[in-house]
């Protein structure tokens, strides 16, 4: 619990374009991951989460906060630096169809990643990348294929032995099995949880399904509107959830319980635009509980403890039904 972050985000905060077109992706979003911990960031679309993922590994620049990756900040990393952070970060993307290019072989695609940090050659080179083709399930002989030979599952695959060439300590893997079959999914799951063991892979995992993150994760960070609604470890969050709208998303998953207290399954409306995000608590317009206090102040995240931490000026009970309105 106590082990010094591999990642440490403070204050993190991300804006797009310009006013009056600005959109407020990320505001003010902290937590920290420790060597070989997984944490999850989940949310409805639009809640951040890609951003946050490509912000760590400075694929884009932060407006505002610090990322400091071993006691560092990347934020202000020089970009010949960058890749000594690539060295030890690595990402996994959502479509194994569009992160793989179609005109290299597979051995071209995971030798791409040890060449650029001079990791094999020769026949060393080659022998690693079959090691790592193997590693994910796949065969050796299979990197003299083009991408198009194999199924959406194996072609993660390959973008799981890519990112691993490296030999990183942090994979950002953003919504790594939403694009698959839901068949697959279970599959690259456990490929993932049986690489995380044997490595000691810490893991930022991108999700808008709970479900999977829960199952999948130490730890679970709740966005809504770019900001952190909830974070504590996987049982509290799904088990004894204290911020309302983590109780929504629960509800709406399809493994809820049908007697599930009503206010779990008072989510209504759309999201509101990150152009104009609500005052005071984001949530407050499709929070079944908000009273005047939520549109005035932005709540605190405050413990509910043992790490877990919510942004809800009330704290009800679990069963609790919604004030009428
Ligand atoms: N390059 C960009 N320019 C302008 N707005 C952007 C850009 N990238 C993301 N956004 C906006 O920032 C907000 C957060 O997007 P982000 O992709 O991080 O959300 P997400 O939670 O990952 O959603 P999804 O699951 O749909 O990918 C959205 O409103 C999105 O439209």
Same mark, same amino acid.
């Given at each position: ?19 009056? +077109? ?17 944490? /999850? ?20 620049? *932060?407006?505002? /906060? ?18 000594? #952070? ?16 179609? !005109? #290299? ?11 650029? +940090? !001079? ?42 032995? !890519? ?19 839901? *068949? ?47 974070? /504590? ?9 204290? +911020?309302?709208?983590?109780?929504? #998303? ?13 206010? !779990? ?13 609500? *005052? ?26 043992? /790490? ?18």
């Amino acid at each position: 619990m106590n082990a010094a972050p591999l990642l440490a985000v403070e204050g993190l905060t991300k804006y797009f374009g310009r006013a009056p +077109h600005l959109v407020r992706a990320v505001e003010d979003v902290s937590f920290d991951i420790t060597p070989g911990e997984v944490l /999850g960031l989940v949310g409805e679309s639009g809640s951040g989460k890609s951003t946050i993922g490509r912000l760590v590994l400075r694929l884009i620049d *932060s407006t505002a /906060g610090a990322i400091r990756f071993e006691g560092q900040d990347v934020t202000k990393f020089p970009e010949r630096h960058l890749k000594l #952070l690539r060295r030890n970060a690595q990402m996994i993307f959502q479509d194994p169809y569009a992160s793989l290019n179609p !005109r #290299l072989r597979v051995r071209e695609i995971v030798g791409e990643a040890l060449d650029a +940090h !001079r990791l094999a050659s020769g026949t060393r080179r080659v022998q690693r990348i079959g090691e790592l083709l193997e590693t994910v399930g796949l065969q050796a002989a299979h990197m003299s294929r083009f991408p198009h030979e194999f199924s959406g599952g194996q072609r993660q695959r390959i973008g799981i032995a !890519r990112a691993l060439a490296v030999e990183p300590k942090l994979i950002v893997a953003d919504e790594p099995v939403s694009a698959l079959d839901v *068949s697959v999914q279970a599959q690259v799951i456990n490929l993932l949880q049986d690489l995380r063991q044997r490595f000691g892979l810490a893991m930022l995992f991108i999700s808008h399904d709970l479900d999977v993150v829960e199952l999948m994760c130490d730890r679970i960070a709740v966005l809504y509107l770019g900001r952190v609604m909830e974070i /504590g470890s996987s049982e509290d969050v799904s088990k004894r959830p204290r +911020h309302p709208y983590t109780r929504a #998303l629960l509800a709406a998953s399809p493994k809820a319980d049908p007697d599930a207290p009503k206010i !779990r399954r008072m989510l209504t409306g759309d999201i509101p635009s990150p152009m104009a995000p609500p *005052s005071g608590c984001v949530f407050r317009t499709r929070c079944p509980a908000a009273t005047e206090e939520c549109s005035r102040n932005v709540p605190k995240l405050r413990s509910a403890g043992g /790490g877990h931490r919510f942004a809800c000026h009330y704290d009800l009970a679990y069963d609790e039904e919604p004030a009428a309105a």
